[in-house]
């Protein structure tokens, strides 16, 4: 089974930076995709954007483009996402996932790490 955990998350300002780390374990990661989503109280999980694990190829939901950048660093096993010029209400918990797809819906992922809290203050 694949084992996935967030770091990274806090407290920030509107207009402000965060970067959320992923970490993966367990099973071989060469043909997995691995997904951001972001969940506010009493919202749906919506997709943030994801990164294929090989090729490192990118696709980011239309309301983070420009502002948020996912990376990996093979050698920690560890997938980044850079927030920059954050929105209060981006506020959330962000997970990561991973699924050996593509895709852009919880649904498509099988495996979820526990979410680390964004807040982001007016």
């Known amino acids: 089974q694949v084992h996935l955990v967030e770091s990274g998350g806090g407290l920030v300002q509107a207009g402000g930076s965060l970067r959320l780390s992923c970490t993966v374990s367990g099973r071989t990661f060469s043909s997995y995709t691995v997904g951001w989503f972001r969940q506010a109280p009493g919202k749906e999980r919506e997709f943030v954007g994801r990164?294929?694990?090989?090729?490192?190829?990118?696709y980011y939901a239309d309301s983070v483009k420009g502002r948020f950048t996912i990376s990996r660093d093979n050698a920690k096993n560890t997938v980044y996402l850079q927030m920059n010029s954050l929105k209060p209400e981006e506020t959330a918990v962000y997970y990561c996932?991973?699924?050996?797809?593509?895709?852009?819906?919880?649904?498509?992922?099988?495996?979820w790490g526990q979410g680390t809290q964004v807040s982001v203050s007016s």
């Open positions: 996932a991973a699924t050996p797809g593509s895709s852009a819906y919880p649904g498509g992922y099988d495996y």
């Open positions: 990164i294929r694990w090989v090729s490192g190829f990118t």
